[in-house]
């Protein structure tokens, strides 16, 4: 761990929260473009910056009914901010609860408490009250800045949330409301000038496997992942137009969605409903060029037949936030000549650090290191395996896993590394390919099963739409295959469907991975990111 350098915060119950020096991952700041100035505000580079140096008149942010450019963008963002401080006491350090579906003025609000030095808490737009309030409590949340369409659940959480003092709700068009509080607010507003390493933003784990826990990042860490992977990877223009599905409170969404494109002058569009059946509409009416959305998704859109929208406009597709399997590559690229970038990433790191770009892309497998991050496969005792074994994914970067305030931390960083929980293993050419998660390691009659492995066999098969694979208990195995299903319109689960299958899968990978009990179901249980929930497969049905 560096030394920290002074806070400017005022606040500091985040800065007293970071884990202990020798709990931290090992940082690295090998790349030029690594090497940041002491006192930095990110929102002053992202957005002031782009203003004083000329560029105030590109387009900035697109929404229903909303078109900004940097510099309306900038003048949104300062009017916010002065409500912040000067009419709702936020100090420096303090924590703010954002609370909204992808919209310009969810967007505004974030870097509006960002620039005036405050601490950004996202939340999913669907969380129900007994979700928030544990958000609240382990964060201290003293601030919120809420949709007014999803204020029913705020109000209810803050019943029992005694640190909340301030709520301000947006989109509401009464006297009280954001809007019209901003409207006399002044539209100028100097960025605090924090420290690099100040925490601006708390990101909540997105429970694919239980407990949510807090993630800490630094002003430092927004702009280091603005400089890794969007530059060496994506290579996107200030002309393009970004869109995509994942939610701003999502570190996939907040950097795809709004830190990169911003990062590079370039626009983004942001749609309040993003599904496989709206985002298509989206990309057409604004002649998006680079999507962002998940593996699920691109499914989707590619399997509707015949396709609504004109797709023509896109020119980089990114996948990430779960494993995207060959056979969805596969049908993306025919349905739109398009070679899907995929990615891993994680709420800890912040965002992609293995990847590979179109002309390095490989059917099954994510990439390599992402300029900026080094990556190892390692054992249980943390020594790196020869390249073909299965093992524990090693990462270390210039961002790292910060936990606040959780024991959790020296489970996720050991010897410096960051351990993310995914089982991969390198292959001959020296891309990583993704096996499963850790807890998702399927291990049936002394075999190692990867459950995404049988997945993307089943998928290959034309009944099926989705499917989730687990282990379940067995006597005589220890654990056997079990796939959750959902068919195609036309097809019937039965025992026929289900010999079809099995059979089908044993004659795309080894037999002895075949799933050896099948469910059907209608849907499968996925976060509001669209990743699936195996632990909640594995818990069975429920009442």
């Known amino acids: 761990m560096p030394p920290l350098l002074p806070s400017a915060h005022t606040d500091t119950f985040a800065r007293d929260r970071l884990p202990p020096p020798e709990l931290w991952p090992e940082l690295l700041f090998e790349l030029p473009s690594l090497r940041f100035p002491d006192r930095l505000n990110c929102v002053a580079l992202l957005l002031d910056a782009r ?27 300062n009017r916010i901010a002065n409500e912040l401080v000067q009419g709702m006491g936020l100090v420096s350090g303090q924590r703010v609860l954002l609370r909204g579906a992808n919209t310009p003025m969810l967007a505004a609000c974030w870097l509006a408490v960002v620039k005036a030095g405050g601490i ?3 939340s999913m737009p669907l969380l129900r009250a007994r979700e928030l309030q544990p958000i609240i409590a382990k964060a201290e949340i003293s601030h919120a800045l809420c949709d007014a369409r999803l204020a029913d659940e705020l109000t209810m959480a803050r019943e029992n949330a005694p640190t909340l003092r301030q709520v301000a709700l947006f989109h509401d068009t009464g006297p009280d409301g954001l809007e019209a509080r901003i409207a006399r607010r002044d539209t100028r507003f100097d960025a605090v000038p924090t420290s690099a390493d100040d925490v601006c933003l708390m990101a909540f784990t997105s429970g694919t496997t239980g407990t949510p826990k807090a993630t800490m990042h630094f002003h430092r860490d927004v702009m ?40 590079i002058g370039a626009s983004t569009v942001l749609v309040e409903k993003a599904s496989p059946d709206t985002l298509p509409a989206a990309i057409e009416r604004y002649r998006a060029t680079v999507c962002f959305t998940a593996p699920t998704s691109y499914r989707a859109i590619a399997l509707q037949q015949p396709r609504p929208h004109d797709l023509g406009s896109l020119r980089k597709c990114v996948s990430a936030g779960e494993a995207l399997p060959a056979a ?14 995929d990615g891993i990433g994680s709420t800890e790191m912040l965002h992609i650090f293995i990847s590979a770009d179109e002309a390095h892309a490989k059917p099954g497998a994510t990439g390599v290191a992402v300029p900026g991050y080094r990556a190892c496969v390692v054992d249980e005792a943390g020594r790196e395996l020869p390249h073909g074994q299965v093992g524990r994914l090693a990462v270390k970067g210039p961002t790292g896993c910060k936990y606040l305030a959780d024991a959790r931390q020296a489970q996720y960083v050991q010897n410096g590394w960051n351990l993310t ?62 796939a959750y299903v959902v068919l ?15 059979d089908f899968v044993k004659q795309t990978v080894a037999p002895y991975k075949y799933p050896r009990a099948i469910e059907y179901r209608t849907e499968l249980p996925r976060t509001e990111t669209g990743k699936l929930q195996r632990f909640r497969l594995r818990q069975g049905p429920t009442t």
């Open 51 to 77: 203003v004083e140096a000329g560029e105030g008149a590109r387009l900035a942010i697109q929404g229903e009914g909303v078109r900004w450019t940097y510099a309306e963008l900038q003048a949104q963002v």
């Open 120 to 122: 950004a808490v996202g």
């Open 488 to 502: 195609k319109p036309g097809h019937a689960g039965d025992a026929t469907m289900t010999r079809a299958l099995q």
């Open 224 to 263: 280091a992942a603005c400089a890794c992977w969007p530059p060496h990877v994506l290579r996107a223009t200030p002309d393009d137009v970004f869109i995509g599905s994942p939610p701003l409170a999502f570190t996939f969404g907040l950097g795809g969605l709004l830190l990169f494109p911003m990062s």
């Open 328 to 341: 969805t590559r596969t049908l993306w690229r025919e349905a739109t000549g398009i070679e899907l970038i």
């Open 421 to 482: 929980g995914d089982a991969y293993r390198v292959d001959e050419d020296g891309q990583f390919v993704y096996q499963a998660r850790t807890d998702d390691m399927i291990i049936s009659g002394g075999y190692n099963i990867a459950g995404p492995e049988v997945e993307s066999a089943l998928l290959l098969h034309p009944a099926v739409a989705e499917c989730g694979v687990v282990g379940v208990a067995d006597a005589e195995r220890g654990q056997i295959v079990k």
